[in-house]
């Protein structure tokens, strides 16, 4: 590599995060290939490049180079080999541009082999040594300069806020539906994401079961963990953690974000090395428990047209969340059907591990997301529902790309217009009674 002080830097980034399951990955493959058919790049281009033992084999190799006796004396006898600039351009084009990170490789693999881990070092590197893709690189520093300045932006976040909380009520015909801000001793802080779609939905539910919530001046998503920088995400995840803890939350609730879920409920824990001392859900966990309590009350008839589901890998493979989406359905929708396959094995968007953020890879996550299109458009639904910001908006680029003629919600979309239409009809029937009683 023409740069020494880059080579040192990729080598520091490995050595550094050498723990025992990265050495696993990366020392333990039988080449048996069963791997190829579950990634959904080489579903749609079968090619050696898109198989996911090729991809972690790229990196083997330069790891074989510094860790492998062999690799350091013979390279040829154990297929190690010198990293230059060139290979290492190739590693980071492969890492942010053809693996979504969505794990349907590990599950499918009969030795459990992490190939995601190690596309996530290989991010690590390229972010070390200034490779990443500029906009995530921008998008994580942005959410961190607001968690050091929050009073800049906070006195014009909470004057849109009382804005939509006007829409809240007009929608809800209900004059003291509420947004809160900033309520210390809320049982609930939820954390929403850019743009109202991600705050009017939630408030429509926590208003109608009467729970006791506060919004965060923050938002979920964290650009930290696609650049695969531990200490930008933290820097991240600390604002909301703050925010929590200066609240004296019970719990902390996060909007429909595959990644954001990923990064509070499972990642942060181990980051801080910290048992918080509040509770972290994805709002489709919440939602599931207010359904099942039977404290949310829903009309199916709302959503009448066929609805299929899409698992977005980081809530379903990553966060075992399974049950809870389905729950929800069954009471909100009145046609419900699976893909296949769906759960623990479905197809990965396209559009995961931030490569929705990154205009120039369109192309290749258009093809990428090849699997699931087809997958939809078996199941001749109207209505993809999904729980994360993400897989919505590469499945709405999917819809347009491949003329599925579909439109794309939120879960809890689905269940905030079951919500006002079962407030309609009880009000329908009440204006009927009174019209036969008088
Ligand atoms: S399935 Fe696992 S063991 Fe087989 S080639 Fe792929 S990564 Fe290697
Ligand atoms: S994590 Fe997903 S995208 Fe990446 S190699 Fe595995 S199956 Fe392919």
Redesign the pocket.
Known sequence: MADNGNVRKVYEILEKQLNQPLKTALEVCARCGICAE????YVSEPKVEHV?AY?AEQVRKIYRKKYNFFGKYIPSLVNAEELDEQKFNELVEMAFSE???????TFNCPLGVD??LV?RVVRAMATASGKAPEILVMLADSAIAKGENPEIFKEMFIQQVSELEKELKELTGNPNAKIPVEKEGARVLYVGLAGAHTIIPPAIIFNEVGEDWTLSIYEAANYGVFLGDVERAKKIAKRIIDEAKRLKVQEVIVAECGHACNALVWEAPNWFAEKFPFRVRSIVELVAEYIQSGKLKVNPEANSEPVTYHDSCNLARAGGILKEPRLILQAVVKDFREMTPNGLENY?CGGGGGLVALPEYYEKRMRAGKPKAEQIRKTKAKIVAAACENCKLQLNDLNNYYNLGVEVKGLVDLVANAILYNRQKISANENQQANVST
């Open positions: 579950a990634c959904h790049y996911p991809r693996c979504t990170l969505c794990r349907r490789c190939t995601p596309m990965c």
